[in-house]
């Protein structure tokens, strides 16, 4: 949350060596920290965006952060608006409402189960993505070992999980694989990151009404409007600066495997700041998902396409 989380930078991009022929140990270690760095933002901005819902709701929330994020990403990219084709305006306006539906429903997610849970179910969509489109026989291991993940991270039947919430949590997931495809179709279609920042805004826009419907005035609060747009620089406008710096330097497969480890940093968050605590048996469940995603991503990466799953 991945958001993708729920957010991320742009899904699909080359495998690369780093430049100037420098050593790949001591090169990776600078954007390896970035990424990482990344990855923290984003679930412990998660975790504050849980602690703001019972002041402005989940839907609330989700409106402050994408408005917050796209009028920091609009001032900072200030897209060109002009020259741009029908076709290029209907894939930005699907990535938009790809991105504000993944976020709504994340959030509605992490409002009724564990944050470490929320997002090993939403990592489910990218690595059904990266299963599909790899279509090599070993990855029905790695679909295996996720979904056994999955399995236990429900008791055996999701009787520990309120199963609305892992439903939101599952339809986050599709978004996010949803939001792959549109990120990677914007990206050809407009320039640097003109396209991220304009879907921001139209996404921004369609939540806008679902807000105002659940919170209403409480989003003028100054203490929320302040935290809002904190939770906004932490989970989107900080981590694409990061994750844009270090993908300058660092392998795309090395990326999406730093990637893969998004629940537990999510989890970890969950702890520190909600006190949301793991059974052994959950703890297990989130790295055998995580496992699975970082073999499927070597997986797909032996075969030259590395997809990242981002969100």
């Not at 998004?262 to 605590?277: C, D, K, M, R, S």
Request: one cysteine or more; aromatic letters at 6%; hydrophobic letters at 55%.
């Amino acid at each position: 949350m991945t958001t993708p989380s729920a957010d991320a930078a742009p899904s699909s991009i080359p495998v690369s060596s780093p430049p100037g022929g420098a050593s790949p140990r001591r090169g990776a270690l600078g954007p390896v920290g970035l990424v990482l760095a990344a990855g923290v933002s984003v679930q412990f901005g998660a975790a504050l965006a849980v602690s703001l819902m019972p002041r402005a709701g989940a839907l609330g929330v989700v409106t402050l952060r994408l408005a917050a994020a796209a009028v920091v990403l609009l001032l900072i990219c200030r897209p060109r608006l002009r020259g741009h084709s029908r076709a290029d305006w209907g894939t930005l306006t699907l990535f938009g409402l790809t991105m504000a539906a993944m976020n709504g429903l994340f959030y509605q997610a992490v409002d009724r189960i564990p944050l470490g849970p929320a997002v090993t179910l939403e990592v489910l969509g990218p690595l059904a993505l990266s299963v599909l489109a790899s279509r090599r026989a070993i990855n029905l291991l790695w679909a295996g070992l996720a979904l056994g993940g999955v399995f236990l991270l429900g008791g055996g039947g999701f009787g520990n999980l309120d199963p609305v919430g892992a439903a939101f949590a599952l339809g986050a997931g599709a978004m996010w694989a949803a939001y792959i495809v549109f990120s990677a179709r914007t990206g050809r279609r407009f320039p640097q990151a003109d396209g991220l920042a304009l879907a921001m805004g139209i996404a921004a826009v369609a939540f806008l009404p679902l807000g105002i419907a659940e919170s209403g005035t409480k989003l003028l609060d100054p203490t929320t409007l302040l935290l809002g747009s904190a939770v906004a620089l932490m989970s989107s406008v900080l981590p694409y600066t990061f994750e844009l710096l270090a993908l300058r330097r660092l392998p795309a497969s090395t990326f999406a495997i730093l990637m893969s480890l998004e629940p537990a940093l999510a989890a970890t968050a969950g702890f520190l700041i909600l006190n949301q605590a793991l059974t052994a048996l959950e703890s297990l469940a989130i790295a055998l998902v995580i496992a699975a995603s970082i073999g499927a991503l070597r997986t797909q990466v032996g075969r030259g396409k590395a997809a990242l799953p981002e969100g």
